[in-house]
């Protein structure tokens, strides 16, 4: 994972190069290369950010995350009895289209492993979950059959809507952060210098010499409004 983060970072710097001479919104800038990660992890592939397919995947998901997180939707998760009044009060058809169209684009994958696959030579996650659902004989076991197939097209859709949008809005507040406390960023970035140099990027194992930046990463974390009013457990 680190050679493919230490990719992505390299991609966006250079995307941010090419825009340092103007004003522009970094917020959907920071969802390429958290998509593109969880991508390659899960299915193998790699995009550049102006591949029209991470865009579209970008579309897609910043509008479930808009509807899904808006006032409407969060008077749902505090009153689930809300849903008893008809669904268009809340958009909430709306929402679970967006959710089949996302779902839908990982079935499709799916199927393209499945007729690529090779037992020997695994790519991603997907390969190794496709395997597993193979050899699995015990109908009781998430692996099994048909269930297995759709388990997986579930946890693909996890792994993005959960990883992609609070990763992305963590380092938007992270940015903005940086912006109103710049003191913190000069120390920030005083610490790399010393500890790092300006030769290389910075690794897990330079961590334990990072003090004052992991300090400034958590308090980020604990600070940032990243989802304000949680998840609903049951639909």
């Not at 492993?113 to 109908?139: F, G």
């Amino acid at each position: 994972m680190e050679g493919l983060i230490e990719e992505e970072v390299h991609a966006l710097n250079a995307l941010l190069e090419t825009k340092k001479a103007e004003a522009f919104d970094i917020a959907p800038i920071l969802n390429l290369p958290i998509l593109n990660a969880l991508w390659k992890v899960t299915v193998g592939e790699r995009f550049e950010y102006e591949d029209p397919k991470l865009l579209d995947i970008c579309e897609r998901l910043g509008k479930v995350f808009k509807i899904n997180f808006s006032a409407k939707m969060g008077m749902i998760f505090s009153y689930p009895w809300l849903l008893k009044l008809p669904k268009w009060l809340f958009d909430y058809s709306f929402v679970m289209n967006l959710f089949h169209d996302v779902i839908d684009m990982m079935q499709a994958n799916i199927m393209k492993h499945k007729q690529s696959l090779d037992a020997n030579d695994l790519r991603d996650y997907t390969d190794m979950a496709l395997v597993e659902i193979e050899k699995t004989t015990d109908t009781n076991s998430s692996f099994y059959g048909q269930f297995g197939l759709d388990n997986l097209k579930v946890t693909l859709f996890d792994l993005f809507v959960a990883g992609s949008e609070t990763t992305s809005t963590t380092l938007t507040w992270a940015a903005l952060y940086m912006v109103r406390y710049p003191e913190v960023q000069r120390r920030l970035q005083e610490e790399m210098d010393r500890e790092v140099g300006v030769d290389r990027a910075p690794k897990i194992e330079d961590r334990g010499r990072l003090p004052y930046t992991e300090a400034v990463i958590m308090e980020i974390q604990r600070h940032g409004n990243i989802v304000p009013l949680g998840l609903r457990h049951l639909m």
